[in-house]
């Protein structure tokens, strides 16, 4: 016949190797027996008690030395001296705990570690059962859309979201309010872009006529809550290298468009000449053939800076006319003619004095002998021609 632990035959009653003799202890001595027996335990695994797990198989061990042993917790230290987290120096600690919620290697995802230190945490799974893997930081200051993206299901939300914008996948813009309708439609919906008509048959540009099917691409900017944000709100149309843009006029109404550019090209019928970079000579004349096949209608030279030189920059170029210098000291009262430019329907001709006149930028003074030393020296000549 079985007796309960504590019964009335003490003798009876077996010894117990932790607790000691229980039939012999009154419940005051067995409860605090018992709590200290539990507090004993439970500090070993860090939980309402100091834990130093320093040099322990808890920091430097591998996943089948923690087999079994449930969750433990306590300091251990980031480094290579410790659970080897990269970026971190010797002697730097932290908050440990140890997942061993198995007896053997057959369940893997039972066995993990969580690390913090200064308001960071890392995770790290087992690899195998002598091998932990790699340790992996958890973001601790995701924003709200962040955490939510860390679902599938929120993050297809989010793409298809995307998606209705425009953004990563093509979107049918025509027929609905972006391209037919008013600012009040699509009032408070942000950015939106994707096909749409430019002709009478979509958006109406003017330009672009009456002809169907001018598919292009649609943006459409409402970027305010309400429609007192009228200015917030444009649609900018974009086809064939051309750009169209219209502003908000009502909230029932959009306001003209306006072309930004219809092309970057020189206009049909216009030839255009432009020289290298041309050596210049003092007192020397140059004949440069054109091409246009007649008279040049627009001329310009510009002297380029090849060398710094009179306050100017390598790189810096400047724009010259003929023109004549009074040099009254030096020249006996004569008009000193510094180059001069004529032109016809072959040829354009270039003629340098020997002196030249050239004021120094940083300075704002001239002086005729050192300007015509740093122009044939640090300058070169660009003729440019337009019929």
């Not at 459409?220 to 900018?236: C, E, F, Q, W």
């Amino acid at each position: 016949m079985t007796r309960a632990l504590i019964g009335t035959d003490p003798d009876q009653v077996p010894r117990n190797a932790f607790l000691g003799d229980l039939a012999r202890m009154n419940s005051e001595e067995l409860s605090a027996m018992v709590t200290n027996g539990i507090t004993q335990k439970l500090s070993t695994t860090g939980l309402g008690a100091i834990n130093d797990l320093r040099n322990t198989v808890f920091e430097r061990g591998v996943p089948q030395d923690i087999f079994g042993t449930g969750m433990t917790t306590g300091l251990a230290r980031a480094g290579a001296d410790g659970i080897g987290i990269a970026g971190f120096a010797n002697e730097e600690y932290g908050s440990l705990i140890v997942n061993g919620q198995w007896m053997d290697s057959s369940i893997g995802p039972a066995y993990n570690r969580i690390y913090f230190r200064n308001g960071r945490m890392w995770f790290q799974a087992m690899n195998t059962a002598t091998s932990w893997g790699p340790w992996i930081e958890v973001a601790t200051g995701m924003t709200a859309l962040g955490k939510s993206l860390l679902t599938a299901a929120d993050l297809a939300g989010a793409l298809t979201t995307l998606n209705l914008l425009g953004l990563g996948n093509s979107t049918d813009l025509r027929y609905n309010s972006y391209e037919k309708g008013a600012p009040n439609a699509v009032a408070n919906k942000g950015l939106a872009m994707g096909l749409a008509r430019g002709g009478s048959d979509g958006l109406a540009i003017p330009a672009l006529g009456s002809t169907t099917n001018q598919y292009g691409t649609l943006l459409v900017m409402a970027g305010y809550p309400d429609l007192s944000g009228g200015p917030a709100y444009n649609r900018m149309f974009i086809r064939n290298g051309r750009m169209f843009i219209q502003p908000y006029s009502s909230s029932t109404a959009w306001g003209t468009w306006t072309e930004l550019a219809a092309t970057t090209s020189i206009p049909a019928g216009i030839k255009t000449f432009e020289t290298s970079q041309l050596t210049i000579t003092s007192g020397g004349k140059m004949t440069i053939a054109h091409g246009l096949g007649a008279a040049p209608k627009l001329l310009n030279l510009q002297l380029v800076c090849v060398a710094d030189a009179l306050g100017f920059v390598a790189g810096e170029r400047l724009l010259i006319a003929p023109h004549v210098l009074y040099d009254a000291p030096n020249s006996g009262n004569r008009m000193n003619i510094i180059h001069t430019l004529t032109f016809d329907a072959t040829n354009v001709y270039v003629f340098f004095s020997n002196r030249f006149y050239l004021a120094d930028k940083s300075t704002a003074t001239t002086n005729i002998g050192e300007s015509t030393y740093a122009v044939t020296n640090n300058f070169k000549l660009i003729v440019g021609a337009a019929a």
